[in-house]
């Protein structure tokens, strides 16, 4: 009803009165041609229209019908009738009837007020908003269409069920959320489907109607900009930007957790560092821009003569790591020469018609050796084995 009131109200202020009239006439001739004079009450027919005209005319229309209804009724229905005559009667009818029309004028104002505020937050442009009956959506506003590319009618009396991106979730909000508890609401961020069938991520929260616990009112935030922020923050935080290997401290990380893994479950663990020989005399020989594609060239390499599942992070500069689960020393120190043989033999193209160049790469091997071990004692171990292998020629494995 409060889109109506909402209508109403852009209606210039000489048509309101009008209308308000005409609520007036239509109560009178109610009054006068289906009840006797003597039955009912002298105004009984006059408030429907004092609240009407309250509602949708306004507090001035309202207290015109309200005056005249109050004449009108100690005129023709209190006795004597058809004339005013002073008595206890009719003051005391007067009274009441002015007392009981001024609540209906406040009351009226409050609820214009509450519904304006709740039309403001519930129409917005921004926010979506779903009251559902069960899981059936049986009213939505405007921001929701717009978010979710369906149109108003199109989405009303239609099951939620359309509108997630995977089974599983719609299946775990049942779950969670319902029924829900009056005065808990219900939160969760997952993928919505649009109508165009691509997904956006969703900020959601539930609350259940108190006056009946099958209504619930839904409102819907489209945070697919933030998701996708955080999604580059992560993998910024994550990935060296250079290579796009793991950082430092997410290979720490993870590492920590492999080995845990590990320990817990018995299973081997290797490490390996590796460090690009005279990679300085790159820098100072072809540039900086020429030091950095033989970082990213090294990055290549060992994506393709790694495995899947193992773990390799720039620590910094021209250092990395990399770590090997499910891996003995022996198996370490295989896939290492693997790794020294495929840098060592790679051609790297500065640029189009320009220089190639060749570069070695010197490796420290460690192996977990005890359920005491941690991730830092095996970076170091491998660091002094690749300490060794600078020191003794460099291009080489070393295992300690």
């Known amino acids: 009803m409060y889109f109506s009131h909402k209508k109403f109200k852009k209606i210039k202020p000489a048509y309101r009165i009008a209308l308000a009239l005409t609520f007036f006439a239509i ?18 027919t006059f408030y429907p229209a004092i609240i009407l005209s309250f509602y949708f ?38 009274i009441f009837f002015s007392i009981t029309s001024g609540l209906i004028g406040v009351f009226s104002a409050k609820q214009h007020r509450s519904i304006e505020q709740l ?3 519930l129409d917005n442009e ?22 979710l590319g369906y149109t108003q009618s199109e989405l009303m009396g239609s099951s939620t069920k359309m509108l997630f991106a995977e089974m599983a979730t719609f299946e775990e909000v049942g779950r969670d959320a319902y029924p829900l508890k009056e005065g808990v609401p219900y939160r969760k961020q997952f993928e919505m489907r649009k109508a165009d069938g691509n997904s956006i991520w969703v900020d959601v929260s539930g609350s259940t109607i108190s006056y009946n616990e099958n209504m619930s009112l839904w409102l819907v935030n489209d945070i697919s900009e933030l998701k996708r922020l955080e999604i580059k923050l992560k993998n910024q935080v994550n990935y060296d930007y ?13 590492s920590e957790i492999e080995l845990n893994r590990s320990v817990r ?18 820098n100072d020989t072809y540039g900086h821009q020429a030091g950095d594609l033989v970082l990213k060239s090294f990055a290549d390499i060992s994506g393709q003569a790694l495995r899947e599942f193992d773990m390799c992070g720039r620590l910094g500069g021209e250092e990395f790591a990399i770590l090997l689960p499910e ?47 941690n991730i830092s004692l095996l970076i170091s171990r491998a660091d002094k084995a690749l300490y060794e292998a600078k020191n003794s020629g460099r291009n080489r494995v070393v295992s300690i």
């Open 27 to 44: 109560s009178v001739a109610f009054r006068f041609n289906l009840l006797p004079l003597e039955s009912a009450g002298p105004f009984v």
């Open 126 to 147: 921004m926010i979506g908003s779903m009251m559902l009956k069960r899981r059936k959506i049986m009213w939505c506003n405007k921001a929701m269409s717009t978010i």
């Open 242 to 254: 250079l290579t796009g290997l793991y950082s430092r401290g997410w290979f720490m990380n993870q």
């Open 119 to 121: 039309t403001t937050i």
């Open 327 to 373: 891996t003995t020393n022996d198996s370490a120190l295989q896939a290492a020469e693997r790794l020294r043989t495929a840098v060592e033999n790679a051609n790297i193209q500065l640029d189009s018609g320009g220089p190639v160049i060749r570069i070695t790469i010197s490796i420290g091997v460690s192996s977990l050796l005890s359920n005491n071990d």
């Open 57 to 94: 005319c306004g507090a001035f229309s309202g207290l015109v019908v309200a005056v005249l209804s109050g004449l009108v009724g100690s005129y023709y229905f209190i006795p004597p009738y058809n004339q005013l005559s002073i008595n206890f009667q009719i003051p005391t009818s007067i």
């Open 265 to 282: 479950y018995d299973s081997p663990l290797s490490l390996l560092m590796i460090d690009i020989d005279f990679f300085k005399r790159v």
